[in-house]
């Protein structure tokens, strides 16, 4: 079997301001995500996804266990630099994450952190401004602009140093609707071209056609499965304190009112079983 | 008043001669003329300098409004100064309106220490209103690089003003954010009397606190994944070059700061 690009391996994390306290962020972590997966992380608050998604990076290393990336251990610092290319990270406040003055800087601050020649920077720069449509943005100051093209600066800013892998933690949660559509689309966009993704959210919308859907639940992984068999589990529901999204809710309401409507779990799904369902 | 719009040094943007001089040029002399604006001491030679000041503005095409937005903030400052100096007791009086008295000393030196001011942060202003922030401190960056031999950071050094001038305006859109919020609550935080409006200062100042360390905290995360490790090895990405509108400017100012210290002299 092939190395897998992330795998933890029984990992744990205690805060170290809590080392006293018994309370683990994360216990008894396995993961495997092999190369080009697009895996959904969901959880309710304090369910320890942002602290699993800093393991991944090496931002923290486990006080249990072992994380690999592409095979190297994070807890080895002379992997760092190399894990640090391997797997991009995308945090939710994008007025937090953009160090430059200008979006052009911003997003070259990765790729001069590498020192790569001014010309490959300058390349590396216009096709991630092209690809997310922020190249008659690049002189703009980041105060500026709205919040989605923030958090489209910040998602070019982390796709310019060509990551494998990309965390995204909770990227759309301060973005008008139509901007996280927008955003989701372009992460969509990023997987079919064989970026491997671990998208971290609390719209069950946005993750409701991942192939893999993760769920926490007290510093443990809940649930390891697809969508489809989560979202209709009342007591997995209960015990992770999460809710289906909007169609799953309203398929299951029309069922039980007799309506003929097969389960669903986006809106266009939910539309095509309404439809045929009236058709019989 | 929207304090958004108060943001200072905003860039205007331009194809001026001085937007297209060297940013390098630009800094050197605009410490100059704040140096030689401490060293002239007379009327005359602020006159010097205001009018070579007064050049420069119209070189660089930048609106009296866009001059204005600028000097808004600091106004207060410049009253204050004033203010200060007037009351002070000595010498010949003036006038005297009745406990308050105003000397002639008072006068002249009041106007004199407030020109000073509007110069040193008009200078100030001009620099940033014709350079972009990113070749500002890219500038500051090269200027400052002999440092590093001296085992000063001077690289993270610029990244800092840089990380600086890129979360000012976030910051103030956040105080004004705050203010509603707080005003939403019925708090008072512009007009009412001077102690009113210090106890107002409080609830703005603590979650702006708050915000910022929150933003450092997260700042340093996403800076760290993007792989930053130090200014070693970093990419130069744009390269500063002099030219001669560098050596025209630099002479033109030279002149003028010359001929301030000149008119100091013959006092
Ligand atoms: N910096 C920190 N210091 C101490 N405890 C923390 C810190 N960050 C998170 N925690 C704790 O770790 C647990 C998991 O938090 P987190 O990973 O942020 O969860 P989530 O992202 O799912 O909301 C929570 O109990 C939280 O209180
Ligand atoms: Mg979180």
Redesign the pocket.
Known sequence: MSTPIIHLNNVGYR?P??AESE?L??SGIDLRIEEGEFVGLV???????????RLLNGLLLPTAGEVRVGGLATADTANLDNIRETVGMVFQNPDSQIVATSVEDDIAFGPENLGLPAHEVEARVEEAARRFGIERLRQSEPHWLSGGQKQRTVLAGVVALRPRVLVL?EPTSMLDPRSQRRFRDFIDELWRGGTTIIY?TQLMEEIATAPRLVV?AG?SIAFDGVPAEFFPDRDLLDATGMEPPLAARLAAGLAARGCQVRPALTLPELVANVHAGSQT | MQISNMVVGQFYPGTSILHRVDPRTKIIAACAFVIVLFMVNGFEGLAVMGAGLAAVIALAGIPLSWLWRGLKPVLFLLVITFAFQLFLSGGEELWRLGPVTVYRAGLVQGAFLTARLLLLVLSGSILTFSTPPVLLTDALGRLMEPLAKLKIPAYELALMMTIALRFIPTLVMEVDRIIKAQKARGAVTSGGGLLVRARGIMPVLVPLFVMSFRHADELALAMESRCWRGGRGRTIRRKLAFSNKDAVFATVVLAVLAASLWMGRFR
């Open positions: 805060y301001h809590f309370d962020a994360l959880g309710a608050n304090g369910s320890g996804k942002s602290t699993l998604a933690d971290i926490m510093g």
